[in-house]
């Protein structure tokens, strides 16, 4: 299983990202995804799930209505635009697959992640 992340960066509050995950070592269409994060000093924390089709999708209370995940399975690609980001988005963000739990969450398998700094 290999999960590579891309696409973080610095922006201001107020912008906008859109990470990527390649994914790659497994049948991507056939696994719930999800994206967790992980804040400086903190714990890993539960984002966002989708599942095989990409019809169904979770969202953590604190980005719902900002982030959006979705997936392209012909590409063995995921994905999360977030909107409108605070300087509490500010972490690492991994592709994950296997979690559960919330805070913290536990993955069975994840990337190396991507850095979002949100900052003025």
């Known amino acids: 299983v290999q999960l590579v992340e891309s696409g973080g960066g610095l922006v201001q509050p107020g912008g906008s990202l859109r990470l990527a995950c390649a994914a790659s070592?497994?049948?991507?269409?056939?696994?719930?995804m999800h994206w967790v994060r992980q804040a400086p000093g903190k714990g890993p924390e539960w984002v966002s799930r989708?599942?095989?089709?990409?019809?169904?999708?979770y969202y953590a209370g604190s980005v719902k209505g900002r982030f959006t995940i979705s997936r392209d399975n012909a590409k063995n690609r995921l994905y999360l635009q977030m909107n409108s980001l605070q300087p509490e988005d500010t972490a690492v963000y991994y592709c994950?697959?296997?979690?559960?739990?919330?805070?913290?969450?536990?993955?069975?398998?994840r990337g190396q992640g991507t850095q979002v700094t949100v900052s003025s």
């Open positions: 994950a697959r296997d979690c559960s739990g919330s805070s913290p969450v536990r993955c069975t398998y």
């Open positions: 070592g497994f049948t991507f269409g056939r696994v719930d």
């Open positions: 989708i599942n095989t089709g990409g019809s169904i999708t």
